[in-house]
């Protein structure tokens, strides 16, 4: 059984927790309060799911999913991470992360801060893109019609075919963007960001997105 650690427990990390658990997926999940405060989020999915300090998640994913503010990604543990794929769900909001100069400067991109962090793990994106509320309700079989198409992004290409097989189980397509670098074109604001989309159209509205 595939091990997940989910660092942060807020919509999307819960939400990811609760359809991995009912994936068969083995889950440690962590917040900033500590293990105590996850009882009732571990009691409410059941199965599968573990409370943990950051620390311990990281070091227990065979995978990891980081689901943090932008502004609390210092605190990501480093060495536990070393050499794993990582993926990366993180928006900026600099009305809650306060204003980040790199990302206001277009020097950087969300994805990318992630990856500077993490020097020696395989970051991707995401789950960034989607409402959390949507995240287990508008999925579909592979081949429907009109099936709801994610991205991803990273400039390891074994990160991106996790990202692509995982989406899959959640009943989504993909469109890879490609490299860190480009990882922009599917940020807050953007023509792709948190609107259902098919795979042509999330296409189309990668290409439209302007930095």
Known sequence: MTKVGIIGAGHIGSTLARGLAERGYE?????????????????????????????DAAAAGDIVIVTVPLKNLEEVPVDPLAGKIVLDTNNYYWERDGRIEALEEKRTTTLGMLQEHLPTSKVAKAFNHIMSADILTTGSEAGTPDRRALATASDHPEASA??????????????????????????????????????????????????
């Open 27 to 55: 889950v440690v999940i962590s917040n900033s309060r500590g293990p105590e405060t996850l009882a009732d989020l571990v009691a409410d999915i059941g199965d599968n799911v573990t409370p943990a300090t950051a620390q």
């Open 162 to 211: 996790l990202v692509t097989a995982l989406y899959d189980e959640f009943g989504f397509d993909t469109v890879d963007i490609g490299s860190v670098a480009e990882s922009w074109r599917v940020e807050r604001d953007q023509p792709a960001y948190v609107i259902a989309q098919t795979k042509d159209e999330l296409v189309a509205n990668l290409a439209r997105a302007t930095r």
